[in-house]
């Protein structure tokens, strides 16, 4: 049995990690409380799109650290409305169909992205049920610490995940698949026998041409 590994964001969908981010920002207990998270997390901005830029893991902790103090119960309670808001609307619906594919030649299906775990398994649920390798954040007394608990799910971590992952549950790396968009995922895709850039920034692009990677775009709702 082999797997197939899919990153999520610009692979299956549209939407990046800092959308649900922006919704929880607005949905704060009252409309002071959001007004000071947003603020607190725009003097963040400029630090992180450079870390965007230059590191992916730096880029998600500085991230995830606005969620400093938000209540595990809150984040669970409105994780189905920031996946209808910030997930569902932005799902490549070719999306469905190369899951279905994978699905249908026997393999495993696991979603390795960024993005927190009680927003990926609202994505998961409605894939049909995926294992998930994601972000969580650290919790004390109830309310989120501000940092991710480790490893961090982003670049050069991903294929050591992904190998550890495989050999956990048997797969033979040279029969599975990786799917991605980003260019800061080439160790997650140059880890199995099967790559495929999805979506391709310029970067990746180039380096699919230079392998002869297969090459496909999916297209978002008309």
């Known amino acids: 049995m082999a797997a197939s590994y899919f990153d999520v964001d610009g692979t299956l969908v549209s939407s990046n990690l800092v959308d649900p981010t922006v919704f929880y920002l607005f949905n704060q207990a009252t409309p002071f409380a959001s007004l000071r998270k947003v603020a607190r997390a725009l003097t963040k901005a400029p630090v992180m799109a450079v870390a965007e830029l230059v590191d992916r893991r730096m880029f998600n902790e500085l991230l995830f650290s606005v969620y400093e103090g938000m209540s595990e119960d809150r984040l669970e309670m409105l994780a189905d409305e920031a996946f209808e808001a910030k997930i569902l609307p932005f799902l490549y619906p070719d999306a469905l169909g190369l899951i279905d594919k994978s699905r249908e030649a026997g393999h495993e299906i696991v979603l390795v992205s960024g993005t927190l775990d009680f927003i990926l398994d609202k994505l998961s649920k409605h894939l049909g049920g995926c294992t998930t390798i994601c972000n969580r954040l650290e919790m004390h007394k109830g309310r989120a610490t501000g940092k991710l608990l480790k490893p961090v799910v982003a670049g050069p971590e991903k294929a050591r995940l992904i190998r550890q992952h495989a050999r956990e549950h048997g797969h033979d790396l040279d029969d599975c698949y990786a799917f991605s968009d980003s260019y800061s995922d080439v160790p997650m895709l140059s880890v199995v026998g099967h790559p ?27």
Request: charge should be positive; glycine fraction near 0%.
């Open 196 to 222: 495929a850039a999805v979506n391709p920034d310029a970067r990746l692009a180039l380096l699919a041409r230079a392998y002869s990677w297969p090459t496909f775009k999916l297209t978002e709702r008309s």
